[in-house]
């Protein structure tokens, strides 16, 4: 017994790792398809060890028969796919940005919100969160449940592999060009990344701030139904895989050091990091490759009354995407979907 899994955009960064995620988590399957455009065609991607996929056109597939979508193709791609596959009964686990404010459309952490799941019977369709708000909120939820948040003000420092394989490239790239005393140009990023850091993720609105910054806010309040403010700067840095946070937070109410280590130390999804030495903190490097959501750096702010803050570091390809819908779907056929004959 198993399900029917449709992966799609399994040709980019986190399609692959959702294709390997599953895998690994040995997600119960019975037949997994690749999809992607029609450029694509015929080409193959991995399937755990042994398996090898050929990708078929997105455009032309017959989503009838099939349980659950995992997809991460662009919010255009998503807005044209996916109502059509949920009219076919499957159920699309999407990871753009088009449903995430849908009313109608949970948008949820497992660890953070799983009892939101339950509203995608409304249009089948579930949101995965952003990849900089996901490792966020699974930080700021144990603390919240102890005292509710007012205020965090955030800074990311966001890895080039959350804009794609080819701003991957263009790191690899403009590095290289950098030591050979040539020009490597900038294509995906509005400057030089290489050696290089730029305040600008997504576009710019007209009170200046990006979307990047404007999801951050609204998704935080979503997933965890508070009317928390968030004040984000999102930062692009010469890193290839892994996202890290600089947060501070204002309670409404007191909260103790040891509290909020206490509640960190027991959360799902979080690895508190206390190291005995003076390097008591983990970077995106030692980051990558791992689920976990690392918090370090735990300490007092004294600049309001009752402050925290810390430093949270994840892998933004894992928990940041991949790993996040793969929990959803987990979830999602242990309590919502019949087990298929």
Known sequence: MGYRIAVVGATGNVGREMLKTLAERQFPVREVVALASERSIGREVSFGDDDVLKIQDLSQFD???????????????????????????????????????????PLVVPEVNPQAI?????????????????????????????????RVVVS???????????????????????????????????????????????????????????????????????DIQVAATCVRVPVFIGHSEAVQIEFDAPISLEQARNALAKAPGVALVELEHELQFITPLESAGDDAVFVSRLRVDPTVPHGLSLWVAADNLR???????????????????????
Not at 67 to 86: H, K, T, Y
């Open 319 to 341: 928990k940041g995407a991949a790993l996040n819908a793969v929990q959803i779907a987990e979830l999602l056929v242990r309590d919502y979907l019949s087990t298929p004959a």
């Open 156 to 226: 990311t420092y966001q890895s080039v592999s959350g804009a794609g394989k080819e701003a991957m490239d263009e790191l690899y790239n403009q590095t290289r060009a950098v030591y050979a005393l040539t020009e490597g140009g900038a294509k995906k990023f509005s400057k030089r990344i290489a050696f290089n850091v730029i305040p600008q993720i997504d576009q710019f609105m007209p009170d200046g701030t990006t979307r990047e910054e404007w999801k951050m806010a609204v998704e935080t309040r979503k997933i965890l139904g508070a």
């Open 63 to 105: 989503f009838r028969g099939w349980d659950i979508a995992l997809a991460s193709a662009g919010g255009a791609v998503s807005a044209e796919f996916a109502p059509r596959a949920a009219k076919a009964g499957c159920v699309v686990i999407d990871n753009s940005s088009h449903f995430r404010m849908d009313p109608d459309v």
């Open 118 to 150: 339950a509203g995608y019977s409304k249009r089948h369709i579930i949101a995965n969160p952003n990849c900089s708000t996901i490792q966020l909120v699974v930080a700021l939820k144990p603390l919240h449940d102890i005292a509710p948040i007012k």
